[in-house]
């Protein structure tokens, strides 16, 4: 139960472009943006009601030398669970959360392995 987190920082990199690789991927997945502001994106996928949603929130903020990035990701439905693939109690919805959370980190050019944590 509860979310996957990732925070790192992106050497040379702004938030703006943070953001912006975000927005792409919620678009590629066919997430709908539910929160825009200057430091944070949300977006998610699906509904409660039927198979859960897929969520994430990226956080980023300009930082000496780049960007300082948070990423919370999960699956979400009549509980959060967190977008760890090897947990057996929905095990769909965390492997689908997964895929949407490493594909994003992985955009931003970091393995996704070795960055979130899951709670």
Known sequence: ????????????????WVLAVASGVATELRMKVEVTSMNQLRARRGSIWWTGTRNF???????????????????GGL???????SGIFGLIPRRDAWRVA??????LGVIPEQVFRHS
């Open 102 to 107: 490493s594909t994003l980190v992985s955009r």
């Open 79 to 85: 509980t959060e669970l967190s977008a760890d693939p």
């Open 57 to 75: 929130v990226v956080t980023a903020h300009d930082v000496p030398g780049g960007a300082s990035v948070h990423i919370e990701a999960w699956a």
């Open 1 to 16: 139960m509860g979310r996957s987190l990732a925070d790192f920082m992106l050497p040379g990199r702004n938030k703006e």
